[in-house]
């Protein structure tokens, strides 16, 4: 398997431009994480889904973000308008239920100036 | 709720010394515990999990992370360094089922760096 895939890797964008970050899970998994991670918050779940379905969308930090899980292949985080303190790597990840193992993604890298 | 603290943002060792990092966890559930490992400009990736079996644990490279209930502790060890050791790990804790199900949460990383 290729594992998670992670489109772009890198984004360079200028403030209160769209972006918008994709994901292909492992096939097969069926929940898929949005995190963000900068130097100072560590770590963020930002939103999971569960087979396609958001299930806790809390860590999402406001309305200018959204994520949107259309099938069990693909996944879009977007940040309208984006700002620069919205710069940081974003990560993917997948898990099968019975396992409770996430594989992450790359990241994509987002600087927004 | 849960939470995770990882005791030392940096540890320096020398190659072929042990290698001790610190994680100690709080859960309101029996819990899931995980330690993943990134090196630069890369993912996450599974270094060993908890899940309420042996509570000695192995992983991959060497390493191995003994659950600790009393303790609340989960610390990663590994006898000798090796220099490709170098990298940032992250300890983690999910609840064993229910609403926290695969809901992971991560402590604030400890970067590992290794001297020849």
């Known amino acids: 398997d290729a594992g998670v895939i992670q489109s772009p890797r890198h984004e360079v964008t200028e403030m209160g431009q769209e972006v918008t970050l994709r994901c292909k899970p492992i096939?097969?998994?069926?929940?898929l994480f949005w995190y963000r991670q900068t130097m100072m918050r560590g770590l963020e779940l930002l939103i999971y889904f569960n087979n396609n379905v958001p299930i806790d969308d809390s860590g999402m930090p406001e309305d200018r973000f959204s994520a949107k899980m259309p099938n069990a292949s693909f996944s879009t985080l977007k940040i309208q308008p984006s700002e620069p303190r919205d710069s940081a790597v974003y990560f993917c990840?997948?898990?099968?239920?019975?396992?409770?193992?996430?594989?992450f993604g790359p990241g994509t890298r987002l600087l927004v100036l | 709720a849960q939470s995770v603290t990882q005791l030392g943002s940096h540890v320096s060792v020398s190659e072929g010394a042990l290698v001790l990092l610190r994680c100690n966890y709080s859960s309101s559930v029996p819990p899931y515990l995980f330690w993943y490992v990134q090196y630069p400009n890369q993912g996450l990736q599974l270094l060993l999990k908890?899940?309420?079996?042996?509570?000695l644990v192995k992983g991959i490279n060497g390493f191995e992370a003994e659950f600790k209930k009393s303790e609340t502790s989960f610390h990663l060890t590994k006898p000798s360094a090796h220099m490709s050791d170098a990298a940032e790990y992250f300890c983690a804790v999910s609840g064993a089922g229910g609403t926290s199900y695969g809901k992971l949460t991560f402590g604030q990383g400890t970067i590992l760096t290794v001297h020849p």
């Open positions: 990840a997948s898990s099968f239920w019975e396992q409770e193992t996430q594989y």
């Open positions: 908890y899940t309420s079996a042996a509570t």
């Open positions: 096939s097969g998994h069926d929940y």
